[in-house]
């Protein structure tokens, strides 16, 4: 069962299982994809519907690989997926947190994390193991026909403090990169970072290739040269450190919107329709709509839904602009959905 809410010209809501939702929307509907399912045996989010509480890890990669699988047809030839996932430890007593899983996201922590006994002895996972979530979800979306470009490090500044003693504080997530094919759209400027030190010469204009990759970038570099003639940006490293935000009004934090900003604008240009199939509150919304993208957003909880709206309606939000609808919608791009 799923409903469309229909905000204004460029944003559109889906209340329902991203498993069926995927299926109302046409093929090439969007540019870029930006999420962060739920996660693996941590928390109860409140519908018996919900992605994270299957019996074994390998059954919940087994969910994502399905709602991927779909979200590449909904994606355009040159596309790009990102996904976000932390990771989780097995012990006797179940699958517990990581330690920074308690600032996460879009969806609201209201249940502990779960405690029923989980011990899986055909898996190798003993007691005390750091599972491995999110690279086994990667090589499972590689081996199912994805192009598993890079892994992310989000580095957390204000990770949350852990009581164990024999092994570090985890302050980091990953994000990787997707493409549906070899040769895709990746703006390396859009995101680039100060330089630290002079790189040498660099090439400023002219069409050119993404690292090792095949990528075509937007054209014109847009990099600036510093007071010694080397450049003062360069290519953004793979560690991102962006500090985690508290979600005023409620009871959980979102993950920060310069995360999904940075994936945005590699991935995609203005006007683009930027999906996210697990929205919870829509902070990848509240990106897209800053970027002067377009956005569609699949949720599952509609309380979460409720938290969204507003976010999306009001300008003065986050980076949200006064006038979002000011982008004309492009309708022969997405089979007449109007996103």
């Known amino acids: 069962m799923t409903s469309d809410i229909q905000l204004n010209d460029i944003v559109t809501l889906i209340r329902g299982d991203a498993r069926t939702a995927l299926q109302s929307l046409p093929d090439g509907a969007a540019r870029c994809c930006v999420t962060s399912p739920p996660y693996f045996g941590l928390r109860d989010y409140g519908h018996p519907d919900q992605i994270g509480l299957e019996p074994d890890p390998a059954a919940y990669v087994a969910e994502l690989v399905a709602v991927f699988r779909e979200v590449r047809r909904v994606l355009s030839a040159d596309g790009s997926l990102w996904v976000n996932l932390g990771d989780c430890y097995a012990s006797d007593g179940g699958t517990g947190r990581q330690g920074t899983r ?3 996201f879009d969806r609201q922590h209201t249940q502990e994390t779960l405690g029923e006994t989980r011990k899986w002895p055909d898996s190798g996972i003993k007691p005390k193991d750091l599972i491995g979530i999110p690279w086994m979800v990667a090589f499972a ?7 598993l470009r890079e892994d992310i490090a989000w580095h957390k500044p204000n990770a949350m403090p852990e009581s164990v003693r024999d092994r570090c504080t985890r302050a980091h997530e990953y994000v990787f990169h997707f493409t549906k094919s070899p040769r895709y759209y990746h703006d390396a400027d859009a995101i680039s970072e100060p330089a630290g030190q002079p790189a040498g010469p660099r090439r400023l204009t002219g069409q050119h290739k993404a690292d090792a990759g095949g990528a075509t970038t937007n054209g014109t570099s847009t990099s600036t040269l510093g007071s010694n003639g080397g450049p003062s940006t360069r290519n953004r490293r793979s560690v991102w450190a962006i500090p985690t935000r508290p979600f005023k009004g409620e009871h959980f934090a979102t993950f920060p919107v310069g995360l999904p900003t940075l994936c945005l604008r590699a991935g995609s240009e203005p006007g683009d ?3 996210d199939p697990f929205a919870g509150a829509c902070t990848t919304g509240v990106a897209a709509l800053a970027e002067g993208r377009r956005f569609v957003g699949i949720e599952l ?3 979460n839904l409720v938290l969204a709206r507003p976010r999306l309606r009001q300008p003065g939000f986050g980076l949200i602009h006064a006038q979002p609808a000011a982008i004309p919608p ?5 089979g007449g959905y109007h996103a």
Not at 141 to 147: H, I, K, Q, S, T
């Open 102 to 104: 308690g600032q996460r």
């Open 301 to 303: 909880n509609p309380a």
């Open 273 to 275: 329709v930027v999906l």
């Open 141 to 147: 979306l590689r081996a199912d026909g994805w192009y």
């Open 330 to 334: 492009r309708p022969s791009e997405v």
